[in-house]
């Protein structure tokens, strides 16, 4: 094998998908599934961007509306929408999330070295979400920082509800 030749297993895969009317990208290894949007039943208390939790095969899983969180409008739903699953380190444990986002695109590679820092101005997402700035066939990818974007007040107040006395209640009301 030629020392240039790249092997596919080395580069990083990323999720792109629709937030907002911009193209985001999460690194795919952070994504556990991508399910169809179901309505998130609403849990009191839980910080204004938390939709609420959904029932995913018997776990409790946090509903976040990432345009809210980002800034944006709230996501209006659609036929597209769909939430992207991901699992975040909370507490020496790891906590399924949900990403409401407006659309799913596809599954891209995307070298390291095509990934820039993000500008300081003119973005319209606060740059500590982000990785950076990924190029890909003449158009700007925003890379998301999952561990970023969900703040750890989000991620406490979620993380909670699978540890209180109402856990059985809220997975029977949130089942199909």
């Excluded at 998908?17 to 849990?43: D, H, M, N, S």
């Excluded at 820039?116 to 950076?132: D, I, N, R, S, W």
Aim: negative net charge; charged residues 25%; hydrophobic residues 45%.
């Amino acid at each position: 094998m030629n020392a240039q030749t790249v092997n596919e297993e080395e580069l990083p895969q990323f999720l792109t998908f629709a937030v907002g009317g911009e193209e985001f990208a999460a690194p795919v290894l952070r994504v556990r599934e991508i399910v169809r949007y179901e309505k998130p039943t609403k849990v009191p208390l839980m910080p204004s961007a938390v939709r609420g939790v959904i029932n995913l095969r018997g776990t409790v899983v946090p509903v976040v509306d990432l345009a809210a969180r980002l800034g944006f409008s709230a996501t209006a739903t659609t036929k597209l929408t769909s939430l992207v699953i991901v699992e975040v380190p909370v507490d020496g444990g790891i906590l399924p999330m949900g990403l409401l986002v407006d659309a799913v695109s596809e599954v891209i590679d995307l070298e390291q070295n095509t990934i820039e820092p993000a500008p300081q101005l003119g973005a319209k997402v606060h740059t500590e979400y982000l990785l950076g700035l990924g190029k890909l066939e003449g158009r700007f990818l925003l890379v998301l920082d999952v561990d970023r974007v969900l703040d750890a007040r989000d991620l406490r107040a979620a993380s909670q509800l699978g540890d209180s006395p109402a856990r059985e209640e809220r997975l029977e009301a949130a089942a199909p």
